[in-house]
C-alpha cells in the first residue's frame, strides 16, 4: 500500500512565526487532504488537493503529483493553530472496485505555537 | 455543510460486553463512511470501509467478528465492538465520504468516540 511520510514530526514556534509541513508519498495518489486534530480530537479539513495550489487565509497548500509530494504553509502563526496536522492520500474512487476512496494517513506533525 | 457526528463522544464499558458507536452524516447522504483507530499519539489507522447496503470491507488484522459495522441508510453507520476487552480501549472515528461539485470525493471526521474497557 501506499506510504506517507511527514516531516517535521514535531514544530514549535512564537506567535507570529510561519512554517512549513512536508508530506511525502511513496506512489501516486489521486486523493489527497490535509487535516487539523484539535484538542479534542476532531479531524477538520483544511484543503483537498491532489495536484495545485490552494490558498485559505493564512494556510496555503501545494501538491506536486509528479513528484509526489504535497507542503502546508501557515503564516503569521496563532496559539489556536496549535494541534496535530495530518495529511492524507490514496487512489482516486476505482468504480467496480474496491477502493472507495480509502485514505492513508501519515505520522502528522505536532505543532506548538507559544504566545 | 458536510457534518458528520458520532455518538457516543465517550463510553467506559465493563470487560466482555458490547459496545455500538454511531455515525451520522447529517447534512449530506454518504454510501461510503470508514471508520479509524486512532492510539494515543499516534496517527490514524483505517480499520474498514462501511458501504450502504452491503458488507463493510475490513483491513488486514482487523477482526471482523469483534467489530461488526452495519451501514443500514445513507445516513448512517454504526459500529459494535463485542466482547470488549482493555486492549480494545482506544479512540475510534468515523468519517463519511462526500460528493463535491459532482466531481470528487472529500472525507469529513467525526469527533471522535473515546472507548475504554475496565
Known amino acids: 500500500g501506499i506510504q506517507v511520510e511527514q516531516s517535521p514530526p514535531d514544530l514549535i514556534l512564537q506567535e507570529g512565526a510561519n512554517s512549513t509541513l512536508r508530506c511525502n508519498f511513496s506512489d501516486s495518489v489521486n486523493n489527497l487532504q490535509w487535516f487539523h486534530q484539535n484538542p479534542w480530537g476532531q479531524l477538520i479539513n483544511l484543503f483537498y488537493i491532489p495536484s495545485g495550489t490552494k490558498q485559505n487565509g493564512r494556510l496555503s497548500a501545494t501538491t506536486v503529483a509528479t513528484e509526489r509530494y504535497s507542503l502546508l504553509y501557515i503564516s503569521s502563526s496563532q496559539t489556536t493553530d496549535s494541534g496535530v496536522y495530518f495529511c492524507a492520500g490514496g487512489p482516486s474512487i476505482n468504480a467496480g472496485g474496491t477502493s472507495y476512496g480509502k485514505l492513508t494517513f501519515g505520522q502528522g506533525t505536532i505543532l506548538t505555537v507559544h504566545p | 455543510g458536510a457534518v458528520v457526528s458520532q455518538h457516543p463522544s465517550r463510553v467506559i464499558c465493563k470487560s466482555g460486553t458490547s459496545v455500538k458507536i454511531e455515525c451520522r452524516s447529517l447534512?449530506?447522504?454518504?454510501?461510503?463512511m470508514f471508520w479509524y483507530r486512532q492510539f494515543p499519539k499516534q496517527s490514524l489507522m483505517l480499520m474498514a470501509t462501511?458501504?450502504?447496503?452491503?458488507?463493510?470491507?475490513?483491513e488486514q488484522g482487523v477482526e471482523k467478528d469483534k467489530f461488526l459495522i452495519n451501514h443500514a441508510s445513507l445516513t448512517l453507520s454504526t459500529l459494535t465492538v463485542t466482547s470488549a476487552h482493555p486492549e480494545d480501549s482506544s479512540f475510534y472515528i468515523c468519517?463519511?465520504?462526500?460528493?463535491?461539485?459532482?466531481?470528487?470525493?472529500?472525507?469529513?471526521f467525526g469527533p471522535g468516540t473515546r472507548l475504554t474497557v475496565t
Open positions: 447534512d449530506f447522504q454518504a454510501t461510503t
Open positions: 468519517s463519511a465520504r462526500a460528493v463535491k461539485g459532482g466531481t470528487y470525493y472529500e472525507q469529513y
Open positions: 462501511s458501504n450502504e447496503g452491503s458488507k463493510a470491507t475490513y
